[in-house]
Nanobody
Framework: QVQLVESGGGLVQPGGSLRLSCAAS????????MVWYRQAPGKQREWVAQ???????AYADSVKGRFAISRDNAKNTVYLQMNNLEPEDTAVYYC???????WGQGTQVTVSS
């Protein structure tokens, strides 16, 4: 019933930008905290950013100032704008409903020359 579908990943050069989307169904993103995580090969899952139902945002130190999380309630979609990308940002990016075990399938982001 609850489904999260990430999109927008791809291959980008260092310094480039991508905008990830997380389209939600079965829940309303406007009344739930929504969270972005990422996992690089051989590394543990890392919390990246979140936005709560009061539109308060928070970011990991590694992405603060470069990434921005936002939400479009009319589209029931959460976004992650990723600027000035670095090779260290290469990972599969997942969205999650806060306080739940509901995850999307992930979208691959590769930052490489």
């Amino acid at each position: 019933q609850v489904q999260l579908v990430e999109s927008g990943g791809g291959l980008v050069q260092p310094g480039g930008s991508l905008r990830l989307s997380c389209a939600a169904s079965g829940i309303r993103a406007s009344i739930n905290a929504m969270v972005w995580y990422r996992q690089a090969p051989g590394k543990q899952r890392e919390w990246v950013a979140q936005i709560n139902n009061a539109d308060v945002t928070a970011y990991a130190d590694s992405v603060k100032g470069r990434f921005a999380i936002s939400r479009d309630n009319a589209k029931n979609t959460v976004y992650l704008q990723m600027n000035n990308l670095e090779p260290e940002d290469t990972a599969v990016y997942y969205c999650k409903v806060g306080g739940s075990l509901w995850w999307g399938q992930g979208t691959q982001v590769t930052v490489s020359s």
